[in-house]
Nanobody, 129 residues
């Protein structure tokens, strides 16, 4: 089993920045990739970004490309999501997820929610206009 704990959410004005963290524990050697998803009220959970745990390759949703950056610190078993130029439409609960399948750096594959085996409990991000 792998446990994921997110932190760093909060309230920020439009145009502002936040950095989310996700700490992994347990059988982390089974993880190939870690990703971020988000879910706004009344909407389905959607893919944001993912990163290959070993090589650092990344995949982003088009809606966040150029504004969000995913990174990882293998020594700390932690993945980060740096978010800049935040918009009100970025408001959502952000979830960290871990994938035990070999990493495939293609959006249509890496962005599939069903690929991910473990999920955190989420952290709220609210962007005010």
């Amino acid at each position: 089993q792998v446990q994921l704990v997110e932190s760093g959410g909060g309230l920020v004005q439009a145009g502002g920045s936040l950095r989310l963290s996700c700490a992994a524990s347990g059988r982390t050697f089974t993880i190939y990739a870690m990703g971020w998803f988000r879910q706004a009220p009344g909407k389905e959970r959607e893919f944001v970004a993912t990163i290959n745990w070993s090589g650092g390759n990344t995949v982003y949703a088009d809606s966040v490309k150029g504004r969000f950056t995913i990174s990882r610190d293998n020594a700390k078993n932690t993945v980060y999501l740096q978010m800049i130029s935040l918009k009100p439409e970025d408001t959502a609960v952000y979830y960290c997820a871990a994938d035990k399948s070999p990493f495939i750096p293609v959006l249509d594959v890496a962005g599939r929610r069903e690929r991910y085996d473990y999920w955190g409990q989420g952290t709220q991000v609210t962007v005010s206009s």
